[in-house]
């Protein structure tokens, strides 16, 4: 399967983002952020796997970060 993760890039008459305080609407305008194959077969497993590994931070009480997700912020996606 491959996940595609997009973001919410919709903005208001000034600028604003619409993404965090209003959700998402069909409407908005959304950008192709990241995406990679995974060997998991059903959609849950895999939101919960891209949230997993997008969401990561620093600690190394968490282990050392996968370098896909170190990728997708060093282009400043978090």
Not at 25 to 38: Q, S
Request: net charge positive.
């Amino acid at each position: 399967m491959i996940v595609n993760v997009y973001h919410n890039v919709a903005t208001d008459e000034q600028g604003r983002s619409l993404g965090r305080q209003y959700g998402y609407e069909p409407a908005h305008l959304v950008l192709l952020v990241f995406t990679y194959k995974t060997n998991l077969t059903d959609d849950l497993s895999a939101c919960a796997e891209a949230y997993r590994l997008l969401n990561v931070g620093h600690d190394p009480d968490f282990g050392r970060p996968d370098p896909r997700a170190l990728n997708y912020r060093a282009k400043r996606n978090r």
